[in-house]
Each structure stands twice: as structure tokens, then as C-alpha cells.
């Protein structure tokens, strides 16, 4: 974590049980423990706070993975990707109080996603449309925040939940954060509502300036004194000078198109809906990429056409300087959490931690940049 005048800017990469994306199929056995064992590896070295553990109906537990992937790690933290309805919330709750308690303390963080693709939630047994599961989010964060933090034994009587006498014995060792992705008007009420950290796709700036104020605008209409911070996700494609950077940008952008929207659970066609997406993220990325290729400093949208937008796919295209400064201009509009991750999961991690968060604290050190996130 490094800081920006008044504020902390963290990074975050991904980790999964393989090393799958939209351009590299997946190989050997679905959970690979040196893939996992290299993953951690990769972003503990290479500076980064955080990992985000992605889930979606056919993946392996996130929970377990981040529990394995601690083990072999000292300090990285583990942002588990939950998505509320599958499981009760006073046991989610216990479930990442243990897990924080076996890694000590504060690697621990709950990312909250309600679910963008029908096609997937079904697939668990989940038929509720949209406005019902952001109904569901807000009754069941309540429940775990309550199940985290209350004293005294609780009750709660709800439209989806009914619980009587709860008294958690296992309480986080330390506060654990709730990041709550989405970018629609159910998203930007609950999230802003429940929300340490309000997860965004990355978007031209302006897309992403008025996302930001919409979700303290929630924030403030629900009472609360501090916005959410704010999240935004890419994919660096880095080069040595700009030609080698957009050189393997076109070289990826062909890759995903042969095959057909790309390979993995996240991010490939197994997340794809047949038609328009359904989430507004993914609308949002489909709009920009509409409206051109290549927005601001270096932020590149073909990625996301080709891929249908299934998860974060907009790049930042360049050299790490490049990168770096447009990963800043974000900072300098209230983004205070950057996602990164690339094509080739592993080693680009270790290139970002030699060469992009470095140039990336350079050039925040240089702005005298600070994150406003007003009150």
C-alpha cells in the first residue's frame, strides 16, 4: 500500500486455482496447488496488498482457496469474491471471521457481488430477477455486519431472512472490509449504503467520474458521514516502448477473437449470455468500446468488445510510464484501490510489481497526489 497525500492507494491482483485467461486455455488438474502456490508467490513479491479469489457457479470454493493460498504466504490479504443468497449470513459471517482468525488478522476482506448474469445464478438454484437479489444483498449485509459486530444476542424478522437469538462466538480479529461490486441503480443504493469499497469497471474517466459521484450520492442518501472508497479494475498491457505495447495488445485482441470471447469461468464464454449482457457493467464497457477504441491517455476497449465484456477487460495500453500516469489520472479523480491483472496472469503480476507499481508510486509522489473522498 503506498500513500497519496491524505489517503492510501492499494493494488490488488487475482489469483485463481489455474493460470486461465481470456488467451490462455486451462491446463493440468482444475485446482493446481503450485498454480495457487505460484499465485500468491507472484503478488506477495511483487508488492501487491491484496488478491482478489473470483467466483462463479462452477469454481472452486473461494473461502478454501484463500485459505490455502495464506498458508503459503505472510502477509498478502485475500479479497473473496461472496455472492449473498447461497449461503445463511450469520454462518457467511463466522465463515470469514475463522478464515481471519487462521491468517491472522486483517488479510481478510468480503467482495460482495449480487449476482450480473441470470444464466449463471440459476445454474445454483438462484430465480430471483435483479431488484430482488439487491433486496436480498441489503437484508443479508445487514445480518453479517450485525453477526460481526453486535454485543448482545439479535434477532432479525425480514422479507428474506428470519433469525432468532444470534450470538457469534468467532468475531473478525480485526474489521473486515465489504467491497460490493455493480453499476446499476440497485447497485449504487446498496453498495452505497453497506459499502467500504465501491468496486468499478474500468471506464473512460468521465464514465467513471460520474459512476463515483453517483455512488456518494447513495451514500449520502443513506445517512452515511464517508463515502465508500472507490475501486477501478484493468488490464496493463505493457511493452518496453509504445510499439511493443500496442504490438501485444493487437496480438491479445487476436487471441480472445480466435477464440471466440476468450477461455476461463471469469472472463470467457462460460460467463457470457447468449444476446446483450444483462449486467450494466458490462453494458457500460459494450457502450464505451462503441464509442472508441482507444479514450484518454491510454485506456483501450477492443478487449472488452471481443470478449463481450465478461468481467473487467478494458487495458491500459503502454509503457509502464504510460500505465503508470494513466493508473494516476484515476487516482486524481477519487479512485483509491486499483485491480490489476493481465493475459498471462503470473508473469505479468511480476512485471507489475518490477515495473508498474513502481512507476506508479513514482508518479503519485511526483502529483503530490491525494485521494478525496469527502464526507
Given amino acids: 500500500?503506498?500513500?497519496?497525500?491524505?489517503?492510501?492507494?492499494?493494488?490488488?491482483?487475482?489469483?485463481?486455482?489455474?493460470?486461465?485467461?481470456?488467451?490462455?486455455?486451462?491446463?493440468?488438474?482444475?485446482?493446481?496447488?503450485?498454480?495457487?502456490?505460484?499465485?500468491?508467490?507472484?503478488?506477495?513479491?511483487?508488492?501487491?496488498?491484496?488478491?482478489?479469489?473470483?467466483?462463479?457457479?462452477?469454481?472452486?470454493?473461494?473461502?478454501?482457496?484463500?485459505?490455502?493460498?495464506?498458508?503459503?504466504?505472510?502477509?498478502?490479504?485475500?479479497?473473496?469474491?461472496?455472492?449473498?443468497?447461497?449461503t445463511a449470513p450469520t454462518l457467511a459471517a463466522r465463515?470469514?471471521?475463522?478464515?481471519?482468525?487462521?491468517?491472522?488478522?486483517?488479510?481478510?476482506?468480503?467482495?460482495?457481488?449480487?449476482?450480473?448474469?441470470?444464466?449463471?445464478?440459476?445454474?445454483?438454484?438462484?430465480?430471483?430477477?435483479?431488484?430482488?437479489?439487491?433486496?436480498?444483498?441489503?437484508?443479508?449485509?445487514?445480518?453479517?455486519?450485525?453477526?460481526?459486530?453486535?454485543?448482545?444476542?439479535?434477532?432479525?424478522?425480514?422479507?428474506?431472512?428470519?433469525?432468532?437469538?444470534?450470538?457469534?462466538?468467532?468475531?473478525?480479529?480485526?474489521?473486515?472490509p465489504v467491497y460490493f461490486g455493480g453499476s446499476s441503480e440497485a447497485a449504487y443504493r446498496v453498495g452505497g449504503r453497506h459499502a467500504d469499497v465501491f468496486a468499478l469497471w474500468g471506464e473512460p474517466l468521465a464514465g467513471t467520474a460520474e459512476q463515483i459521484a453517483r455512488v456518494r450520492d447513495a451514500a449520502h442518501a443513506a445517512g452515511r458521514t464517508e463515502a465508500p472508497r472507490i475501486s477501478v479494475s484493468f488490464r496493463p498491457i505493457l511493452g518496453d516502448t509504445e510499439e511493443q505495447a500496442w504490438a501485444r495488445a493487437r496480438d491479445v485482441h487476436a487471441r480472445i477473437v480466435a477464440a471466440n470471447g476468450g477461455h476461463g469461468s471469469f472472463t470467457g464464454t462460460r460467463m457470457r449470455e447468449a444476446g446483450a449482457p444483462a449486467n450494466v457493467g458490462s453494458q457500460r464497457l459494450l457502450a464505451a468500446a462503441a464509442a472508441g477504441e482507444v479514450h484518454d491517455r491510454c485506456l483501450w476497449t477492443a478487449t472488452a468488445a471481443a470478449s463481450g465484456a465478461a468481467g473487467n477487460s478494458t487495458a491500459l495500453v503502454g509503457t509502464p510510464d504510460t500505465v503508470a500516469a494513466a493508473l494516476a489520472d484515476y487516482v486524481g479523480i477519487g479512485v483509491s484501490t486499483l485491480l490489476i491483472r493481465g493475459y498471462d496472469p503470473i508473469a505479468d503480476a511480476r512485471r507489475y510489481g518490477s515495473e508498474l507499481l513502481p512507476a506508479v508510486r513514482a508518479e503519485l509522489t511526483r502529483r503530490g497526489s491525494a485521494v478525496g473522498v469527502p464526507a
Avoid: C, N
Fill in 1 to 86: 500500500m503506498i500513500t497519496g497525500g491524505t489517503a492510501a492507494v492499494e493494488f490488488i491482483g487475482m489469483i485463481g486455482t489455474q493460470e486461465v485467461s481470456e488467451i490462455r486455455p486451462a491446463t493440468g488438474p482444475l485446482i493446481d496447488r503450485a498454480a495457487v502456490r505460484g499465485f500468491a508467490a507472484a503478488h506477495e513479491e511483487a508488492g501487491f496488498d491484496k488478491v482478489l479469489v473470483g467466483h462463479s457457479s462452477s469454481t472452486p470454493d473461494g473461502l478454501q482457496v484463500a485459505a490455502y493460498a495464506a498458508a503459503h504466504s505472510e502477509r498478502l490479504g485475500f479479497l473473496v469474491a461472496h455472492r449473498p443468497g447461497f
Fill in 95 to 176: 465463515q470469514y471471521a475463522t478464515l481471519d482468525h487462521f491468517t491472522g488478522g486483517g488479510r481478510v476482506a468480503m467482495h460482495v457481488i449480487s449476482g450480473g448474469s441470470d444464466v449463471d445464478q440459476r445454474r445454483d438454484g438462484d430465480w430471483l430477477d435483479k431488484e430482488e437479489r439487491y433486496s436480498r444483498t441489503d437484508e443479508y449485509l445487514s445480518v453479517v455486519r450485525r453477526s460481526w459486530t453486535e454485543p448482545d444476542a439479535f434477532d432479525h424478522h425480514g422479507e428474506h431472512y428470519r433469525v432468532a437469538g444470534v450470538r457469534q462466538e468467532v468475531r473478525p480479529l480485526s474489521s473486515i
